[in-house]
């Protein structure tokens, strides 16, 4: 007799309270900010354009030379006589002619300012010039072919820096207008900080945040918010001052136009107007917790390092933010939050020391924040870094340092295939409640696909289900302008006047508003088994390669672990690749050697090999099936600081393990790759480096958690179908007194793995609601192939 398979939920019997689990991370990557989330519509609003930024960057970026008429102009950017001196860049328009107007246009970001019939901009410049005062400045919003889409007129009466503001309603809708500002008579007129914001801002705050994009992101209704970072926190130099500092939260702050202009570390320029205080703003108005991540003296990305002696500047940074978030206004920094405009305090919770740290610099003062934060404010919880993957040693290194000092939080990041999500489900049940808890502060799989979503939902419910271990979680990254792409994949994308939101986005949201406050047992009855899936062993083409280095090879062997065999590879012969500058000019360049195949299951390959001359490293290949389904051992790999092993499955990389290596040139070194089914294992000159396993998803029939609302009493279940067919079961509440229910279903189902948003189909991948009642607690449901559902039950 076959028994019906079956989810009980226990109603009645709780487990460990959910918290702030649920979450975001913002990061200025991908014009995140400017020309995001920011509103400015202008581009270098204050011409400090710099090729520090990007090397094509310069003063005048995004602006154009206008001579109407007969008129005649010199640009040039001064500072001499600058509005400050954190930004000392203005621009001078020297009238030679003044003809129909001279002056200066903005292209702003993408196709450029897009401005709507009935709207109104608001416009401000500071400005002085040294002759024909009576002279106005016509300034118009004007599309391509010339015409003007609305247009003020302002009075620089003043040879001092003067701060001038104007409204302009467009009369027509443009999303490839530009800014233009057009003057007559003699003389110079110098601009600095040219501005242009809509009045439309996310609630209204003037000079504030983008409504649609701010509210795509308070729709989510996360528990908190990470920023602003991320790998542009501790990329820089040491000293605030400087242009391409480390982010420094209190250049941030105060009047915008004295906040200096940074160097992003994603290759771009970044204005700080959206900074510390209006982080806080925007998580007080979403309804977030913040959580601001500092730089703890050590720039990985360059070996810059703090001396110890010389930490307490960076220390006391960290104790004078807490103090500008929670003091009050007797306080020097509660003080400041007040003449802000805040004085009541924002209540922080979070602080984060470094972001994907590796390295012992690191470590070895990160204690000295920590033990000054907690004998200073015992309540706050420190967050501590375990590197940029989800294994290896310096990811154990991250954790034996949280364990040691007692870190609250310890923040892991990974980006891999959904396969690795799958097979990674069960992840954190072994993890002990009494360690510090996870901070899952990035993670994504590679693709804005329903597949990656559906894969994200299923390891979600595992992240749920282990909320003793599991403190926090944040996709990442965020935001993406579709015309500045850094990374990708990202929940939402945008231009300059549109915007859509991923299957991941709305599988995000799902979890966020269905979060519930605590975990309520659930039991799994009568069930199929769980689809193993293809365990193919590692193997395939063998193959070296490598990138603008110089290697030589030899010794380079294969054995079969089952029978001895030895197979010499290349022939027997050594080999040689040779891919430097010089290599590419003369046409000589030798990238990849290819070692043939091998369909053992278990077997070493031996090697040695010294480089002759490049900075990095080279990668080699195994268990290759074709150009996107491999695994890599990276020697030398990420600027020459990482020896790692990874997995491709359909092009999406997943890194298995790493740790820190350096090659050198003119070292021998010798490799040995051991490969056991799935299992693998990497020495470098005899000392084991790598121990892992490629794991392949164990499919589940279905996958599932449940929670309570604690203000609402409703009974949350979420159950995710990852398999190609659909799946009956009855859902039975145990311990339900009521058995008169409301049941919500909200579900994602319907559609091809491939499928994806975009703007011209923003919802085509998203959430459906239905309601049923009934009067039993137990109740009937197919869950559709390839479905994400949310029960809520009142």
């Known amino acids: ?47 400090e354009f710099d090729p520090i930024d990007h090397p094509s960057y310069h003063a005048l970026m995004a602006w154009e030379k206008i001579e109407r008429g007969d008129g005649k102009t010199e640009i040039t950017i001064e ?52 002759a024909s005062l009576d002279e106005p400045i016509m300034v118009t919003i004007e599309g391509t072919d010339g015409k003007i889409h609305g247009e003020a007129t302002i009075m620089v009466n003043s040879i001092e820096w003067t701060k001038y503001e104007a409204v302009i ?25 040219v501005s242009l914001f809509p009045e439309k801002t996310f609630l209204g705050r003037k000079g504030g945040l983008r409504s649609d994009i701010a509210a795509l992101l308070a729709d989510l209704k996360p528990k908190f918010m990470r920023f602003p970072g991320g790998c542009l926190v501790h990329d820089g130099s040491l000293n605030p001052d400087h242009r391409n500092s480390m982010y420094r939260w209190k250049n941030t ?191 994504a799989s590679w693709g804005n696909t329903y597949y990656n979503a559906l894969a994200e939902a299923a390891f979600m419910t595992g992240l749920e289900k282990n909320a003793h271990a599991v403190g926090l979680a944040c996709y990442a990254p965020l935001l993406c302008n579709v015309d500045y792409i850094n990374w990708k994949p990202d929940l939402i994308w945008f231009n300059n006047h549109e915007i859509y939101c991923t299957p991941n986005y ?35 083409a063998l193959a070296l390669e490598t990138d603008r280095c ?65 900075l990095k490293g ?21 600027q020459n600081q990482d020896s790692l092993i990874s997995s491709s499955v359909n092009g999406r990389g997943s890194v298995l ?33 790598h121990d892992t396993e490629d794991k392949v998803p164990v499919i589940e029939p279905l996958y599932y958690s449940a929670s309570c609302d604690h203000s609402t009493g409703d009974t949350i279940i979420k159950v995710v179908n990852v398999k190609d067919s659909s799946v009956n079961a009855q859902i039975m509440l145990a311990d339900l007194n009521n058995a008169n229910l409301s049941v919500q279903i909200f579900e994602m189902s319907g559609h091809s793995l491939e499928d994806e948003n975009t703007f011209e189909s923003p919802e085509h991948v998203s959430p459906k609601q239905k309601e049923f009642f009934t009067e039993d607690s137990s109740f009937e449901y197919e869950f559709p192939k390839h479905s994400i559902t949310v029960f809520r039950v009142k």
């Open 1 to 47: 007799m076959s028994t019906k398979p079956t989810l009980t939920i226990h109603t009645g019997e709780r487990g460990a309270e959910l918290g702030d689990l649920f979450g975001i991370f913002f990061e200025d990557l991908n014009h995140a900010a400017d020309g995001g989330l920011y509103a400015e519509l202008v581009q270098n609003r204050s011409f």
């Open 79 to 130: 500072e001499i006589n600058p509005l400050n001196a954190r930004n000392p860049h203005y621009v001078a328009i020297e009238i030679i002619s003044d003809g129909e107007g001279v002056g200066l246009m903005n292209h702003g970001f993408n196709s450029g300012i897009a401005v709507k019939q009935g709207d109104n901009y608001l416009f401000s410049v500071y400005a002085r010039r040294d």
């Open 169 to 193: 309603t467009a009369n027509a809708t443009d999303t490839r207008s530009r800014l233009v500002l057009v003057t007559k008579g003699q003389g110079k007129l110098y601009l600095d900080m």
């Open 253 to 443: 702050i105060g009047p915008i136009e004295q906040r200096p202009a940074r160097r992003n570390n994603w290759n771009y320029n970044q204005t700080l107007g959206l900074g510390y205080f209006e982080y806080f703003l925007f998580c007080e108005d979403i309804g977030a917790k913040p959580i601001p991540i500092l730089p703890g003296g050590y720039d990985p990305h360059h070996n810059r390092i703090v001396p110890i002696d010389e930490l307490l500047p960076w220390i006391q940074d960290a104790l004078d933010l807490i103090e500008f978030a929670n003091g009050d206004s007797s306080t020097k920094w509660g003080a400041i939050r007040t003449e802000l405009g805040h004085p009541e305090p924002f209540g922080l919770e979070y602080v984060g020391i470094g972001n994907e740290e590796v390295g012992e610099p690191f470590f070895e003062r990160y204690p000295y924040f920590h033990r000054a934060i907690k004998e200073k404010y015992p309540n706050i919880k420190v967050i501590n870094s375990a590197g940029p993957f989800a294994a290896g040693t310096e990811y154990e290194r991250g954790w034996n340092s949280a364990r040691e000092h007692q870190s609250d939080l310890v923040d892991e990041h990974y980006y891999s295939s959904p396969e690795w999500f799958l097979a990674n489900v069960h992840r954190y049940d072994s993890f002990n409640a009494e360690d510090p808890k996870v901070f899952l502060g990035e993670y």
């Open 506 to 540: 709305y599988v995000q949201k799902l979890f966020m508003h269905h979060q519930g406050d605590q975990l309520l047992r659930v039991e799994a009855n009568g069930f199929e088994q769980k689809e193993v899936g293809n365990k193919k062993p590692i193997n395939g």
């Open 550 to 614: 110089s290697f030589r090879y030899w010794d380079m062997l294969l054995v079969n672990s089952d029978t001895g065999e030895v197979n010499m590879l290349n022939g027997g012969l050594p080999g040689k690749l040779s891919d430097t500058e010089e290599d590419r000019l003369n046409g000589t360049s030798i990238q990849t050697l290819d070692l043939g195949e091998t369909d053992w299951e278990n077997y070493t390959l031996t090697l040695k090999t010294q480089r002759v001359s490049g």
């Open 618 to 638: 080279f990668k080699l290949k195994f268990g290759q099936s074709d150009e996107t389904n491999l695994m890599t051992w990276e020697f030398g790999g990420w």
């Open 657 to 689: 393990t790493q740790s820190i290596f350096n090659v050198e040139n003119d070292k021998e070194y010798t490799l040995k790759l051991e490969i056991s089914g799935r299992q693998i294992r990497a020495w470098i000159n005899g000392e084991l480096f």
